[in-house]
Antibody
Framework: EVQLVESGGGLVQPGGSLKLSCAAS????????MHWVRQASGKGLEWVGR??????????AYAASVKGRFTISRDDSKNTAYLQMNSLKTEDTAVYYC???????????????WGQGTLVTVSS | QSVLTQPPSASGTPGQRVTISCSGS????????VNWYQQLPGTAPKLLIY???QRPSGVPDRFSGSKSGTSASLAISGLQSEDEADYYC????????????FGGGTKLTVL
């Protein structure tokens, strides 16, 4: 069974930093792209960024709203992905989800499996 | 303002067929596949349709997806009360703003 467990959320002041973790199990973590998606309370989903696998050179990409402030990394030896968030703004307040690839006989989908999310609150 | 446009709400009675649209552009839906997600109240999103029209294992065949040009649709037939949820479309975008884009979401109400 695929499991994604986010941790590290909490309350942080504007301008501060926070690092989220996503512990994965039940699939070949090293072969999967890992994405982060966030959702402000009562709002829709917003893609934050992703890191691809070693086979794809660990390529990263970010949404314009977080580029230069957020960094995604991964440790394949620990089956864990990370989201380092710096220079946090009040508008970064949201539940942050990590996602992994889904595979079956018909193909695959990035953002196929989702964790339960972790809440980040940016407030003074 | 989301890059992909969905109607904010949709509704139907049990047993009916409802469709939810998702409109994009040549840089996203026009050149990439579409995923659909279902988010039940208080839970994480769940993959419902991928690659425009493929159902992951365990998803009932009441759910189907299609794509034409720069638009996509999700159809739910034999509507059930447990289908009441938020539905989101998603696609990858080839523009410089970053590759992942979602629709604003459609709240489906089962009357």
């Amino acid at each position: 069974e695929v499991q994604l467990v986010e941790s590290g959320g909490g309350l942080v002041q504007p301008g501060g930093s926070l690092k989220l973790s996503c512990a994965a199990s039940g699939f070949t973590f090293s072969g999967s792209a890992m994405h982060w998606v966030r959702q402000a309370s009562g709002k829709g989903l917003e893609w934050v960024g992703r890191i691809r696998s070693k086979a794809n050179s660990y390529a990263t990409a970010y949404a314009a709203s977080v580029k230069g402030r957020f960094t995604i990394s991964r440790d394949d030896s620990k089956n864990t992905a990370y989201l380092q968030m710096n220079s946090l703004k009040t508008e970064d307040t949201a539940v942050y989800y990590c996602t992994a690839d889904y595979y079956d006989s018909s193909g695959y989908a990035e953002c196929g499996y989702w964790g339960q999310g972790t809440l980040v609150t940016v407030s003074s | 303002q989301s890059v992909l446009t969905q109607p904010p709400s949709a509704s139907g009675t049990p047993g009916q067929r409802v469709t939810i649209s998702c409109s994009g552009s040549s840089s996203n839906i026009g050149s990439n596949t579409v995923n659909w997600y279902q988010q039940l109240p208080g839970t994480a999103p769940k993959l419902l349709i991928y690659s425009n029209n493929q159902r992951p294992s365990g998803v009932p065949d009441r759910f189907s997806g299609s794509k034409s040009g720069t638009s996509a649709s999700l159809a739910i037939s034999g509507l059930q009360s447990e289908d009441e949820a938020d539905y989101y479309c998603a696609a990858w975008d080839d523009s410089l703003n970053g590759p992942g884009v979602f629709g604003g979401g459609t709240k489906l109400t089962v009357l």
